[in-house]
Nanobody
Framework: QVQLVESGGELVQTGGSLRLSCAASARAVRLFFMGWFRQAPGKEREFVARITWSGGFTYYADSVKDRFTISLDNAKSTMYLQLNNLKPDDTAVYYC????????????????WGQGTQVTVSS
């Protein structure tokens, strides 16, 4: 079983930066595909970014491209999301997720989820 624990969310002002972390419990997660999603109040969960443990190939949603950066620390089994130039529309609960089979932007493709970390951007 894979456990994922997010941290790093907090209240920031518009234009600020944050780094979110996702610590994975199992070394086997290195075989998985990893992603970040977010969910704002009253909205569906949406894809933010994804990465592969093996090759580090990354892909971003258009809304965050050039502002957010996804990365990995294999030695720590930890995934990160660097959030720069934050906007009020980025306010959401951010979730990390792991898939053993699929490199996808669909939430339904991920079997394992963290509990989420709240990011709030004030205007």
């Amino acid at each position: 079983q894979v456990q994922l624990v997010e941290s790093g969310g907090e209240l920031v002002q518009t234009g600020g930066s944050l780094r979110l972390s996702c610590a994975a419990s199992a070394r086997a997660v290195r075989l998985f595909f990893m992603g970040w999603f977010r969910q704002a109040p009253g909205k569906e969960r949406e894809f933010v970014a994804r990465i592969t443990w093996s090759g580090g190939f990354t892909y971003y949603a258009d809304s965050v491209k050039d502002r957010f950066t996804i990365s990995l620390d294999n030695a720590k089994s930890t995934m990160y999301l660097q959030l720069n130039n934050l906007k009020p529309d980025d306010t959401a609960v951010y979730y990390c997720a792991a898939s053993s089979t699929t490199l996808t932007t669909r939430a339904s493709g991920y079997e394992y989820w963290g509990q989420g970390t709240q990011v709030t951007v004030s205007s």
